[in-house]
């Protein structure tokens, strides 16, 4: 909620450069507190230390960062799905995510561990929060800047229509929480996949 808000307060009475400062004095505080109240782990003893996975952390970075940029040269002037930086960096993204799968289902101490992301009762929905959440942020987060060059809107107003989203997802996400406990997850999720079908129905027409 605050976060379209405040982008729109540097952009408007700073600069734009300053979004990226943002996560700085956030993240020393979260560095000293982290120090001072988050436990030290338990000793352990001399080969139970699993090694970390720096080749799985390097593939999957490799991959997103890769897949990212050919994400991003597609939203700038003048680029093609046949320019070779796109083509390159999709390439490299595709190669990168293909060997990172292939080796945690290898590794003994893997970076992540494959069942979390396709096994049993994580695969299905890993996919539908990647599907409907990528679809449904990406555009949530274009419309402050639909609105600026569509309505002429500025900066700091075209943020706080995120507002509403924001307190809506708070509030329904309590809500659900709740309702999950006495019902169980299958008639939350059929609720909400019925209003969210009946507002984008509503929408198209």
């Known amino acids: 909620m605050i976060g379209p808000i405040f982008g729109g307060l540097f952009v408007t009475y700073w600069t734009w450069r300053g979004i990226f400062l943002v996560n700085v004095p956030i ?3 979260v560095i000293v507190l982290a120090l001072r109240y988050v436990p030290r ?3 352990r003893t001399r080969g139970t ?20 940029f050919a994400a991003s040269y597609l939203g700038e002037r003048n680029a093609h799905a046949g320019s070779p930086a796109f083509i390159v960096s999709l390439a490299i993204a ?3 995510l293909w060997m ?3 080796h945690i289902n290898h590794s003994a101490y893997p970076f992540i561990a494959p069942r979390l ?9 890993n996919l539908v929060n990647g599907l409907y959440g990528g679809i449904t942020s990406g555009v ?11 309505y002429g809107i500025n900066a700091l107003d075209s943020g706080t ?7 809506a997802a708070i509030l329904l996400s309590i809500a659900a929480a709740f309702a999950l406990r006495r019902t169980g997850y299958r008639p939350p999720l059929y609720a909400g996949g019925a209003v969210t079908g009946s507002r984008d129905a509503a929408a198209c027409a």
């Open 94 to 96: 595709i190669v990168a």
């Open 100 to 102: 990172f799968f292939r």
């Open 41 to 43: 782990d338990r000793s």
């Open 27 to 29: 993240g020393v505080a």
């Open 117 to 125: 992301i396709h096994g049993l009762g994580f695969g299905a929905v």
């Open 161 to 167: 229509l995120l507002v509403a989203q924001g307190a």
């Open 140 to 150: 949530v987060a274009l419309v402050p800047l639909y609105a600026t060059n569509r």
């Open 49 to 68: 230390h699993p090694r970390m996975d720096a080749t799985g952390m390097a593939l999957l970075g490799s991959g997103l960062f890769a897949g990212m």
